[in-house]
């Protein structure tokens, strides 16, 4: 009964971490960027399939693959802001179409980024087998890889969270994604600040690839699921607030992996429901601008 | 009679207080003039009084019937129309078409196509804009886009009418014009509620003035008592 | 300066329009079955590009529902096809489309329209976990084999449908109903204040353009004789129309209506021919719309004629 609960609390912290991850991603590129990038799962699903050929082909461990691949979706997430959303935003006639324009070029890179992925890998679900040994705790038994997922995902939300508030750099970027006309009158440069925020996010899924592909399977149409549990996410802890999607990850987390203890196939509709509930009752979230 | 009256009127936003406790009364047919220093609450009230933003606390009540709490389109049908300080114009619209959709849902009593046709095309003749009136309302210069803004005001045939700043960033003789344009406007029974800047618009056209400053009432009075008023005089150069 | 062109071309384009839908109505007879079927394909794109231009076009909210109003057309029609007579079973298809609509509008359409997007994104993918826990766990049968109906008979039904959607398109639009829309999508406080009720004039559009896409996903399914929830609620089916109504341009009503025929036609050439590709050059030609014919075809024409008759 305790190993159970026990069961669901690590699941649901390792799920909260993640979540967190790619919520703050994501957060990073609406909240700074005005991009509602719906292509951030699949830039998870990268980071995941990254890992599976770097560890299947060369044998290098996913933990080693954070470092790979969060940086190296980060550059790309860079280049394609710099290239294709500055494009749009310097083309587009105003804020509303700008919003459009890039939720639909962002539409577009799902796709592409989709159909690459099916190229390459094929449309088997695959997973990786890494750490799967037992290990014993307190008398309870769980998976190595299972607690180095937890350790890593908390670690780095916590990590990300003291960038945030502590660092120059990550105060500048919290101002930006609270209020950008203001932030640029200050003198930040904008520009760079949104390229660089857009590749923060585009990190964040590199960072949540790694760590899925060791605990879950992968399929390349997983992109999907993950893009509208970011969005629920964000909404959770408040459009605007990049601290309220760490919270939010970690409370979505630990109620998904209630729901999954009792039900796997639930675990979206309960998301959903707690969407609806918001939408009804509190649309600004947990830490959002009322 | 009074036409709108506003009790202990407060919003916050956050922790921040932009309105405190807001008293003023409105009698029909009246031109008053609301006036502040920059940041003072003022597009704020009218924000409450037409249902845009919801009071914190207090009581707006039009023409005795309380409409906090109410959307901004039933608050219309009841006969308050305003504008705003920046044209929110109908970008893709023509003129016409921008005072049709006025004449055809802002008043209580639904109206049929034509009538509302030939009503839009008599607001526009009334704030000369007749000759425009198949242009798309983007390519308006800005004091025509005013005037577009006041007539699609008024084609919801309203019995008060809050003006926003109407006159900013118009040149002597535009200012000159929007003037007269109030008179004539006045002159057809509606109430006014002006937020202004122009400072010679608004002593010679209103019949009274509040003052706000930092969300508070800190004067009301004849625009004779409220020019000598040492209160206000600081209170603008100290700005 | 326009206006003799637009008086000069009204019965010329009535007229022509009365000749295509009598050349479209009686194809079934001279052409081959290959294209009658066809046809109806590009009819189901034709009429959910044109339905989601219902409510998207004139008040700018990007609705990426249309996979689940579609997808619950099919369902129903999987559900109570057997039952029932197909006319009663495409109605109710519509119907229920449209009570979901109403109920997503509700909830979604009274706060900002980032919220209206990102509900929509996820609702199909939402019902299809829903219905697959519901099938497993209650009803037993994942996956429902569906009557046949023969092809004709569904080119006849999607001929209507279509002419139901773009008379219905056509008289929004020069209604009063449409004008309160299009003032919505330029400004939607301005319109709030000056009198239209913002949240019951897009939840009726949204209601409506839901219908008819719900009608057509009722009688596709009879297509495809085996549905499952992954099957009926097909993602790309939210992405299609946007990127077809962007591709024709929303300005006026034949830019989707184009726009969806034209892409319609390639994908059926493009899946045939290079089924493993065909996402990767749809997601390429968008982005490459977006960034080069934002207003679409309908774009390119009106400039293309403002170049004609000097401004």
Same mark, same amino acid.
């Not at chain 1, 930040?188 to 590749?199: D, E, K, Q, S």
């Not at chain 3, 109505?25 to 052409?31: E, H, K, L, S």
């Not at chain 3, 014919?293 to 009106?302: E, K, W």
């Given at each position: 009964?305790?190993?159970?609960?026990?069961? &669901?609390?690590?699941?649901?912290?390792?799920?909260?971490?993640?979540?967190?991850?790619?919520? &703050?991603?994501?957060?990073?590129?609406?909240?700074?960027?005005?991009?509602?990038?719906?292509?951030?799962? =699949?830039?998870?699903?990268?980071?995941?399939?990254?890992?599976?050929?770097?560890?299947?082909?060369?044998?290098?461990?996913?933990?080693?693959?954070?470092?790979?691949?969060?940086?190296?979706?980060?550059?790309?997430?860079?280049?394609?802001?710099?290239?294709?959303?500055?494009?749009?935003?310097?083309?587009?006639?105003?804020?509303?179409?700008?919003?459009?324009?890039?939720?639909?070029?962002?539409?577009?890179?799902?796709?592409?980024?989709?159909?690459?992925?099916?190229?390459?890998?094929?449309?088997?679900?695959?997973?990786?087998?890494?750490?799967?040994?037992?290990? /014993?705790?307190?008398?309870?038994?769980?998976?190595?890889?299972?607690?180095?997922?937890?350790?890593?995902?908390?670690?780095?939300?916590?990590?990300?969270?003291?960038?945030?508030?502590?660092?120059?750099?990550?105060?500048?970027?919290?101002?930006?994604? =609270?209020?950008?006309?203001?932030?640029?009158?200050?003198?930040?440069?904008?520009?760079?600040?949104?390229?660089?925020?857009?590749?923060?996010?585009?990190?964040?899924?590199?960072?949540?690839?790694?760590?899925?592909?060791?605990?879950?399977?992968?399929?390349?149409?997983?992109?999907?699921?993950?893009?509208?549990?970011?969005?629920?996410?964000?909404?959770?802890?408040?459009?605007?607030?990049?601290?309220?999607?760490?919270?939010?990850?970690?409370?979505?987390?630990?109620?998904?992996?209630?729901?999954?203890?009792?039900?796997?196939?639930? /675990?979206? &509709?309960?998301?959903?429901?707690?969407?609806?509930?918001?939408?009804?009752?509190?649309?600004?979230?947990?830490?959002?601008?009322? | $009679?009074?036409?709108?009256?506003?009790?202990?009127?407060?919003?916050?936003?956050?922790?921040?207080?932009?309105?405190?406790?807001?008293?003023?009364?409105?009698?029909?047919?009246?031109?008053?003039? *609301?006036?502040?220093?920059?940041?003072?609450?003022?597009?704020?009230?009218?924000?409450?009084?037409?249902?845009?933003?919801?009071? @914190?606390?207090?009581?707006?009540?039009?023409?005795?019937?309380?409409?906090?709490?109410?959307?901004?389109?039933?608050?219309?049908? $009841?006969?308050?129309?305003?504008?705003?300080?920046?044209?929110?114009?109908?970008?893709?619209?023509?003129?016409?078409?921008?005072?049709?959709?006025?004449? *055809?849902?802002?008043?209580?009593?639904?109206?049929?196509?034509?009538?509302?046709?030939?009503?839009? $095309?008599?607001?526009?003749?009334?704030?000369?804009?007749?000759?425009?009136?198949?242009?798309?309302?983007?390519?308006?210069?800005?004091?025509?886009?005013?005037?577009?803004?006041?007539?699609?005001?008024?084609? @919801?045939?309203?019995?008060?009418?809050?003006?926003?700043?109407?006159?900013?960033?118009?040149?002597?003789?535009?200012?000159?014009?929007?003037?007269? *344009?109030?008179?004539?406007?006045?002159? @057809?029974?509606?109430?006014?509620? *002006?937020?202004?800047?122009? $400072?010679?618009?608004?002593?010679?056209?209103?019949?009274?003035?509040?003052?706000?400053?930092?969300?508070?009432?800190?004067?009301?009075?004849?625009?004779?008592?409220?020019?000598?008023?040492?209160?206000?005089?600081?209170?603008?150069?100290?700005? | 300066?326009?206006?003799?062109?637009?008086?000069?071309?009204?019965?010329?384009?009535?007229?022509?329009?009365?000749?295509?839908?009598?050349?479209?109505?009686?194809?079934? +007879?001279?052409?081959?079955?290959?294209?009658?079927?066809?046809?109806?394909?590009?009819?189901?794109?034709? !009429?959910?590009?044109?339905?989601?231009?219902?409510?998207?076009?004139?008040? #700018?909210?990007?609705?990426?529902?249309?996979?689940? +109003?579609?997808?619950?057309?099919?369902?129903?029609?999987?559900?109570?096809?057997?039952?029932?007579?197909?006319?009663?079973?495409?109605?109710?298809?519509?119907?229920?489309?449209? !009570?979901?609509?109403?109920?997503?509008?509700?909830?979604?359409?009274?706060?900002?329209?980032?919220?209206?997007?990102?509900?929509?994104?996820?609702?199909?993918?939402?019902? #299809?976990?829903?219905?697959? %826990? %519901?099938?497993?766990? +209650?009803?037993?049968?994942?996956?429902? %084999?569906?009557?046949?109906?023969?092809?004709?008979?569904?080119?006849?039904?999607?001929?209507?449908?279509?002419?139901?959607?773009?008379?219905?398109?056509?008289?929004?639009?020069?209604? #009063?109903?449409?004008?309160?829309?299009?003032?919505?999508?330029?400004?939607?406080?301005?319109?709030?204040? !000056?009198? !239209?009720?913002?949240?019951?004039?897009?939840?009726?559009?949204?209601?409506?353009?839901?219908?008819?896409?719900?009608?057509?996903?009722?009688?596709?399914?009879?297509?495809?004789?085996?549905?499952?929830?992954?099957?009926?609620?097909?993602?790309?089916?939210?992405?299609?129309?946007?990127?077809?109504?962007?591709?024709?341009?929303?300005?006026?009503?034949?830019?989707?209506?184009?726009?969806?025929?034209? +892409?319609?036609?390639?994908?059926?050439?493009?899946?045939?021919?290079?089924?493993?590709?065909?996402?990767?050059?749809?997601?390429?030609?968008?982005?490459?719309?977006?960034?080069?014919?934002?207003?679409?075809?309908?774009?390119?024409?009106?400039? %293309?004629?403002?170049?004609?008759?000097?401004?």
């Amino acid at each position: 009964m305790f190993i159970t609960f026990l069961d &669901v609390v690590i699941g649901g912290l390792i799920m909260g971490g993640i979540y967190a991850l790619i919520a &703050v991603g994501l957060s990073l590129q609406y909240g700074v960027g005005r991009v509602l990038n719906v292509s951030h799962g =699949e830039f998870i699903m990268l980071g995941a399939f990254a890992t599976w050929s770097l560890y299947t082909v060369f044998g290098i461990s996913p933990l080693v693959s954070l470092i790979i691949c969060g940086p190296g979706l980060f550059l790309i997430g860079f280049l394609i802001h710099r290239t294709l959303f500055q494009y749009l935003r310097g083309t587009s006639e105003s804020i509303g179409a700008f919003a459009d324009s890039s939720l639909l070029a962002s539409f577009g890179l799902l796709f592409i980024i989709q159909n690459l992925a099916l190229l390459i890998w094929k449309a088997d679900i695959r997973g990786l087998s890494y750490l799967n040994v037992p290990v /014993s705790i307190l008398g309870a038994i769980f998976e190595a890889n299972r607690l180095i997922a937890l350790l890593f995902a908390v670690g780095i939300s916590l990590a990300f969270y003291i960038f945030l508030t502590r660092t120059r750099l990550g105060k500048a970027i919290r101002a930006a994604a =609270e209020d950008p006309a203001t932030a640029q009158v200050m003198g930040v440069n904008i520009r760079r600040v949104l390229a660089i925020c857009f590749g923060l996010g585009a990190l964040m899924a590199g960072f949540a690839g790694p760590l899925i592909s060791m605990i879950y399977e992968m399929q390349p149409t997983m992109g999907l699921e993950y893009t509208i549990i970011a969005i629920i996410v964000v909404v959770l802890g408040g459009l605007g607030s990049i601290t309220g999607s760490l919270i939010g990850g970690f409370i979505l987390g630990l109620i998904g992996s209630v729901v999954t203890n009792f039900d796997p196939g639930l /675990s979206l &509709v309960a998301y959903y429901v707690i969407f609806i509930l918001l939408l009804l009752v509190r649309p600004t979230g947990l830490l959002g601008k009322s | $009679m009074r036409i709108l009256e506003g009790k202990k009127v407060t919003k916050h936003f956050g922790g921040l207080a932009a309105l405190h406790y807001v008293d003023f009364d409105i009698k029909q047919g009246e031109v008053v003039g *609301l006036i502040g220093p920059n940041g003072a609450g003022k597009t704020t009230l009218f924000n409450l009084i037409s249902g845009s933003l919801p009071t @914190t606390a207090g009581e707006i009540r039009y023409k005795g019937k309380k409409i906090t709490g109410l959307k901004p389109h039933q608050i219309c049908k $009841m006969g308050v129309a305003r504008t705003f300080q920046s044209a929110q114009l109908f970008a893709g619209l023509t003129v016409f078409e921008n005072a049709l959709a006025a004449s *055809l849902f802002g008043k209580k009593r639904s109206i049929s196509v034509p009538d509302a046709e030939r009503e839009a $095309m008599e607001l526009l003749e009334f704030v000369e804009l007749s000759p425009v009136s198949t242009i798309l309302a983007k390519d308006l210069p800005v004091a025509n886009q005013k005037r577009l803004e006041v007539a699609r005001a008024l084609a @919801t045939k309203p019995e008060l009418l809050l003006f926003d700043e109407v006159m900013a960033g118009l040149n002597p003789t535009e200012v000159a014009q929007a003037m007269e *344009l109030i008179t004539k406007i006045r002159n @057809t029974g509606i109430t006014l509620f *002006l937020i202004e800047h122009v $400072m010679r618009a608004i002593m010679n056209i209103c019949d009274r003035i509040i003052v706000l400053h930092h969300g508070e009432k800190i004067a009301e009075g004849t625009p004779q008592e409220i020019a000598t008023s040492r209160k206000v005089v600081e209170v603008y150069l100290g700005e | 300066m326009d206006s003799t062109r637009v008086i000069y071309k009204r019965p010329f384009s009535l007229g022509i329009l009365f000749l295509i839908l009598i050349l479209l109505a009686t194809m079934p +007879f001279y052409v081959q079955p290959y294209l009658v079927i066809l046809l109806s394909s590009i009819f189901m794109y034709v !009429i959910i590009t044109l339905s989601w231009t219902i409510f998207s076009g004139p008040t #700018r909210y990007i609705s990426l529902a249309s996979a689940a +109003f579609f997808g619950v057309g099919v369902y129903t029609s999987a559900i109570l096809g057997q039952a029932l007579p197909l006319p009663v079973v495409i109605v109710i298809g519509g119907l229920v489309s449209f !009570i979901l609509a109403l109920f997503i509008g509700l909830l979604t359409l009274r706060l900002r329209g980032m919220y209206f997007i990102i509900f929509t994104f996820g609702i199909s993918e939402l019902i #299809r976990h829903f219905l697959l %826990w %519901w099938e497993a766990n +209650f009803t037993g049968t994942v996956g429902r %084999w569906v009557v046949i109906v023969d092809n004709t008979t569904v080119y006849y039904v999607m001929l209507v449908i279509f002419i139901m959607a773009l008379l219905t398109a056509y008289l929004i639009r020069r209604s #009063r109903f449409g004008l309160a829309l299009r003032s919505i999508g330029e400004y939607e406080e301005a319109a709030t204040h !000056i009198g !239209i009720n913002a949240t019951v004039v897009k939840t009726t559009a949204f209601a409506i353009s839901a219908f008819f896409m719900g009608l057509a996903g009722a009688i596709m399914a009879t297509r495809w004789t085996y549905i499952d929830p992954r099957i009926a609620f097909d993602p790309l089916f939210s992405f299609m129309p946007v990127l077809m109504a962007i591709f024709g341009g929303t300005g006026q009503l034949y830019g989707p209506i184009f726009g969806a025929a034209i +892409f319609a036609y390639l994908e059926e050439i493009l899946i045939t021919k290079f089924p493993y590709y065909y996402m990767l050059l749809f997601g390429t030609i968008l982005i490459i719309v977006i960034m080069f014919l934002p207003h679409g075809l309908v774009g390119l024409v009106q400039k %293309w004629r403002k170049g004609g008759s000097r401004r």
